[in-house]
């Protein structure tokens, strides 16, 4: 079965750069064209943030666009997210799914953005 495995640093500084790493086990991340990240801050629903399809383009959010870069290395089945100029209400659990998320879950990773 696909487990996915979130990781981060857990704690960033205002304005710093986040960088989040998916692994994939169990099944190689070409099995599904497309891959996505999706956060949920403190007391929040979840909110999609991006997804990259298997040609390497990619779609965002809107609203965080400016500021969000997602990435995978099929070679490594690995899915990444770069975020830069983090700021306090970017604090949420990151998780990584396929697009449209399938019923399995990573545990995800908590980033808090606090000086």
């Known amino acids: 079965q696909v487990q996915l495995q979130e990781s981060g640093p857990g704690l960033v500084k205002p304005s710093q750069t986040l960088s989040l790493t998916c692994t994939v086990s169990g099944g190689s991340i070409t099995t599904t064209d497309t891959w996505s990240w999706i956060r949920q801050p403190p007391g929040k629903g979840l909110e999609w943030m991006g997804l990259?399809?298997?040609?390497?383009?990619?779609a965002y959010s809107p609203s965080l666009k400016s500021r969000t870069s997602i990435s995978r290395d099929n070679a490594k089945n690995t899915v990444y997210l770069q975020m830069n100029s983090l700021k306090p209400e970017d604090t949420a659990i990151y998780y990584c799914?396929?697009?449209?998320?399938?019923?399995?879950w990573g545990q995800g990773t908590q980033v808090t953005v606090s000086s």
């Open positions: 990259i399809f298997y040609s390497g383009n990619t």
């Open positions: 799914n396929t697009y449209p998320p399938g019923t399995r």
